[in-house]
């Protein structure tokens, strides 16, 4: 198993551009979320979801939005980047209710840059 | 709303010292604590957990205890070393079926030789 893979792993954008970032994990997982990572302030929750074709917003969604397709892959996108969105982004994955342990298992990050 | 605090960093020891990373919580309900390690340039892992009150998890010679009375999952390890090197995350998980984590600031640890 490759686990949760994220790409790319580091990009630089300029203010106002859009881009995707990639999550997907093989592990057959009902649960999905992103999280931001910013300097002392840990991780806060952007976006989740329970399923296929649920999401739900977390703590700070503002300019991110998400779907979730298929069980495996759970992409991020930003609109309209904006500096205050420069940070390191992980994606990580639960197993769902009868599946396991309910551990969550991260990605190794993307580390973003805006201009 | 819930929330973890943890202690201030950075902290540096010397190799062999003990450890003690401090964590509380505010929580509704009765939470699953967590305690996370970030290497260097890495996500993060699951060092170690408890899901309820006096439940000791235990990893890597790392420990903590779930204190319901004093709302504090405190890490500890008796003799640390260089490789223990890394941002350590208290988190709780609250319950229901997203599974959401809120993590604590994180605390940088740095062991010298």
């Known amino acids: 198993n490759a686990g949760v893979t994220q790409t790319p792993k580091f990009q630089v954008l300029k203010t106002g551009q859009s881009m995707t970032l990639q999550c997907a994990q093989d592990?057959?997982?009902?649960?999905m979320s992103w999280y931001r990572q910013d300097p002392g302030m840990g991780l806060r929750l952007i976006h989740y979801?329970?399923?296929?074709?649920?999401?739900d917003q977390g703590e700070v969604p503002n300019g991110y939005n998400v779907s979730r397709s298929t069980t495996e892959d759970f992409p991020l996108r930003l609109l309209s980047a904006a500096p205050s969105q420069t940070s390191v982004y992980f994606c990580?994955?639960?197993?769902?209710f009868g599946q396991g342990n309910y551990e969550q298992y991260f990605g190794p990050g993307t580390r973003l840059t805006v201009t | 709303g819930d929330s973890v605090t943890q202690m201030e960093g950075p902290v540096t020891l010397s190799e062999e010292a003990f450890l003690t990373i401090n964590c509380t919580y505010t929580?509704?309900?009765?939470?699953?604590l967590f305690w996370y390690v970030q290497y260097p340039g890495e996500g993060l892992q699951l060092l170690l957990k408890?899901?309820?009150?006096?439940d000791k998890g235990s990893n890597k010679g790392f420990e903590a205890t779930y204190r319901k009375e004093t709302t504090s999952f405190h890490l500890e390890k008796g003799s640390v070393q260089v490789s223990d090197s890394a941002v350590y995350f208290c988190?709780?998980?609250?319950?229901?079926?997203?599974?959401?984590?809120?993590f604590g600031q994180g605390t940088r640890l740095t062991i010298n030789p």
């Open positions: 990580a994955s639960t197993p769902g």
């Open positions: 408890a899901t309820k009150a006096d």
């Open positions: 929580a509704t309900g009765y939470p699953s």
């Open positions: 979801s329970v399923g296929a074709g649920i999401t």
């Open positions: 592990m057959n997982h009902e649960y």
């Open positions: 988190a709780l998980r609250l319950g229901g079926g997203a599974q959401k984590l809120v």
